[in-house]
């Protein structure tokens, strides 16, 4: 049997830069900033807000904003604005 070893490893977390630019963004009321920092996909809200909309999951949610987007031309017209370069 070969001897063990100890490997230590020391990263540096990214929380502290992010939490301070999240903040800096909230206080300046800038949601579009902070969304962009944070996708929700990357968090637990689309089920909190598929929850309070009684939907059943966030395919539900997903499928209801779709739906949502593909009947009002504003909402189209507002999302190309914002995601029309990734496009």
Do not use: F, H, W
């Amino acid at each position: 049997m070969l001897p063990s070893k100890t490997v230590q490893v020391e990263v540096t977390s990214p929380y502290p830069e992010v939490l301070s630019m999240a903040q800096a963004l909230l206080a300046a009321n800038d949601l579009d900033g902070l969304v962009s920092l944070l996708p929700i996909r990357e968090t637990a809200l689309r089920t909190q807000v598929a929850s309070a909309l009684s939907l059943r999951s966030n395919q539900d949610y997903e499928a209801v904003a779709r739906v949502c987007i593909r009947d009002s031309d504003k909402l189209q017209q507002q999302l190309r604005g914002k995601i029309g370069s990734l496009i």
